[in-house]
């Protein structure tokens, strides 16, 4: 069984920094792709960023390219999201989430398991 859980949420001002992380058990993840996701109220569940395990290979959405990494210890076996600049519009609850076939998927419905979710507020 597959569990993910999400950390490091908290009230920020805008221009300021998070680091999220997502510790990931239950299994060798070198063939899969971990995900963020966020979604705000009232809006559907976006996705942010994703690392393919074994390769590393990582891809970002346009809204959040030069302001958020993604990175990964594959000894502690968790998936960081370092967010710097943030604005209130990043204001959302940021879920982790995992793809065991390991593509390169940008929609929910390409990823098979799921945190609990973890609350970021940006004040302006």
């Known amino acids: 069984q597959v569990q993910l859980v999400e950390s490091g949420g908290g009230l920020v001002q805008a221009g300021g920094s998070l680091r999220l992380s997502c510790a990931a058990s239950g299994r060798t993840f070198s063939s899969y792709t971990i995900g963020w996701f966020r979604q705000a109220p009232g809006k559907e569940r976006e996705f942010v960023s994703a690392?393919?395990?074994?390769?590393?290979?990582?891809y970002y959405a346009d809204s959040v390219k030069g302001r958020f990494t993604i990175s990964r210890d594959n000894a502690k076996l968790t998936v960081y999201l370092q967010m710097n600049n943030l604005k209130p519009e990043d204001t959302a609850v940021y879920y982790c989430?995992?793809?065991?076939?390991?593509?390169?998927?940008?929609?929910?419905?390409?990823?098979?398991?799921w945190g609990q979710g973890t609350q970021v507020i940006v004040s302006s």
């Open positions: 690392i393919k395990w074994s390769s590393g290979y990582i």
């Open positions: 989430a995992a793809d065991d076939r390991g593509a390169y998927g940008r929609t929910v419905d390409r990823y098979d398991y």
